[in-house]
Nanobody, 115 residues
Framework: QVQLVESGGGLVQAGGSLRLSCVAS????????MGWSRQVPGSERELIAD???????TYADSVKGRFTISRDNAKNTVFLQMNSLKPEDTAVYYC?????????WGQGTQVTVSS
């Protein structure tokens, strides 16, 4: 099993920045990809950024150029730097970690962007 704990969410004005962190514990040696998703009430969870163990990244079009995902393998931590935030970025943000058999999820952290 892998446990994930996110932090760094909060309230920010439009145009501002936030940095989310997610620390993994447990059987982290088995984790390959890590990523961030977000979800608003009534909508499906959206994968917005992914990073492989070697550092290759992919982004959803909705955040490309504004968000940056990074990873510290030695500390089993993944980050999401969010710049130029918009009210439509308001959501609960979830960290995920994938091993060969399963995707593990954190509990989520709320990000609210005011206009």
């Amino acid at each position: 099993q892998v446990q994930l704990v996110e932090s760094g969410g909060g309230l920010v004005q439009a145009g501002g920045s936030l940095r989310l962190s997610c620390v993994a514990s447990g059987k982290t040696f088995s984790v390959n990809d890590m990523g961030w998703s977000r979800q608003v009430p009534g909508s499906e969870r959206e994968l917005i950024a992914d990073i492989t163990r070697s550092g290759r990244t992919t982004y959803a079009d909705s955040v490309k150029g504004r968000f940056t995902i990074s990873r510290d393998n030695a500390k089993n931590t993944v980050f999401l730097q969010m710049n130029s935030l918009k009210p439509e970025d308001t959501a609960v943000y979830y960290c995920n970690a994938d091993d060969p058999y399963k995707t593990f999820w954190g509990q989520g952290t709320q990000v609210t962007v005011s206009s």
